[in-house]
């Protein structure tokens, strides 16, 4: 038997999938609007991906770790 009166064996119901499924919609919601967006906005993201890949000057970054 549970220690919750409603019976539920944990206090947060089903939100622990609520928070992880924002995640997941986000890029869906990015791709949706980009008619609406300048182009300079919406290549924000793959420009910063770039920029932490491969550094701002295109010599440093994250990707030289997995060389």
Not at 18 to 36: E, G, N, Y
Request: aromatic share 18%; net charge positive.
């Amino acid at each position: 038997m549970t220690a919750h009166p409603t019976g539920r064996s944990h206090p947060y119901g089903g939100r622990r999938l609520s928070c992880c499924l924002f995640f997941a919609v986000l890029p869906v919601a990015w791709f949706a609007a980009a008619p609406m967006m300048p182009e300079q906005v919406f290549w924000f993201p793959f420009w910063l991906g770039a920029v932490v890949w491969n550094g701002a000057d295109g010599q440093g970054g994250i990707s030289h770790l997995f060389n």
